[in-house]
């Protein structure tokens, strides 16, 4: 059974970062994409970053240079480090995995498999 575990949300204040984790098991990590997604409030679900089976990070242009995403094979976990974080950055960040997909991070519609979330709320 595939499973996605995101942790290390929480309260932070305006400027601050958090490092996100993501715990997967139930399939072979080096043949899947793995994904950093993020819903506000209100608002559609937009991609953050992605690994794809290149090996390859992809990153949103909205988030590159702030947000890092980094991967650990040997514990199949991801990590989506939140620098500068800002009140707007408040939203449930999700990991998501699909096989096969490289070059790029596609969409969400492609992603088969999604944790619960991890609530980060920024406070200004």
């Known amino acids: 059974e595939v499973q996605l575990v995101e942790s290390g949300g929480g309260l932070v204040q305006t400027g601050g970062s958090l490092r996100l984790s993501c715990a997967a098991s139930?399939?072979?990590?080096?043949?899947?994409?793995i994904a950093w997604f993020r819903q506000a409030p209100g608002k559609e679900r937009e991609g953050v970053s992605c690994?794809?089976?290149?090996?390859?990070?992809y990153y949103a242009n909205s988030f590159k240079g702030r947000f890092t995403m980094s991967s650990d094979n040997s514990k199949n976990a991801v990590y989506l480090r939140l620098n500068s974080l800002k009140p707007e950055d408040t939203a449930v960040y999700y990991c998501?995995?699909?096989?096969?997909?490289?070059?790029?991070?596609?969409?969400?519609?492609?992603?088969?498999?999604w944790g619960q979330g991890t609530q980060v709320t920024v406070s200004s």
């Open positions: 998501a995995a699909v096989p096969g997909l490289a070059n790029g991070c596609g969409s969400d519609y492609d992603y088969n498999y």
């Open positions: 139930g399939f072979t990590f080096n043949d899947y994409a």
């Open positions: 690994v794809g089976i290149d090996g390859i990070t």
